[in-house]
């Protein structure tokens, strides 16, 4: 499976944009880039997900490099209740059948703090 | 609310027990997952049920028993578990790979301790 990297943790304060990056130099020309996250005591959720366009939903926008080796997570404007661990994974494309393509490999992710 | 629920939520289980997770879903899915996730480790797979057959066994000791008799609902059973295994134990559902959007849904986990 490629692998993606993240920082660790980052910290943001209240109503300010957040950038949060992540790694993967090896995708393949198929690969999906996921992410989800994680709030505290609650399982992950899904947040968005893209190919090479930059893709928006109501939660986030994710801005992918036109090499495709690195991709962004924006939350526009953090809000207290963002503050999760976030996870950059990268999957099998969905029409892909196939046992590879149910799995979901989560990293360690970036734990984000927002300040008041 | 995501669809998805688990019972119970919090579980003490001396080493002898047997007890079972549950896991229901809401949200017309055909995959089913058990997932582990242990403390300061990553998410680790455990099993997943596809139109409910096995089609993954992550390398999961046998104390750990799952079982899937419908679409909606899935069980871990367990058994002579060891306090290792105290973790979050969380359930998840999507649709079958190949049948449009695959994101993963997953539920507020189960806490097991184990004495």
Redesign the interface.
Known sequence: DAKTTQPNSMESNEEEPVHLPCNHSTISGTDYI?WYRQLP??????VI?GLTSNVNNRMASLAIAEDRKSSTLILHRATLRDAAVYYCIL??P??????S?????????TLLTVNP | ETGVTQTPRHLVMGMTNKKSLKCEQHLGHNAMYWYKQSAKKPLELMFVYSLEERVENNSVPSRFSPECPNSSHLFLHLHTLQPEDSALYLCASSRIPGQGAYEQYFGPGTRLTVT
């Open positions: 996921h005591s609650q399982g992950p959720e899904y997900h999957r099998d969905p029409h892909l059948r196939g046992g393509n149910y799995k979901l490999t989560f990293g360690k992710g």
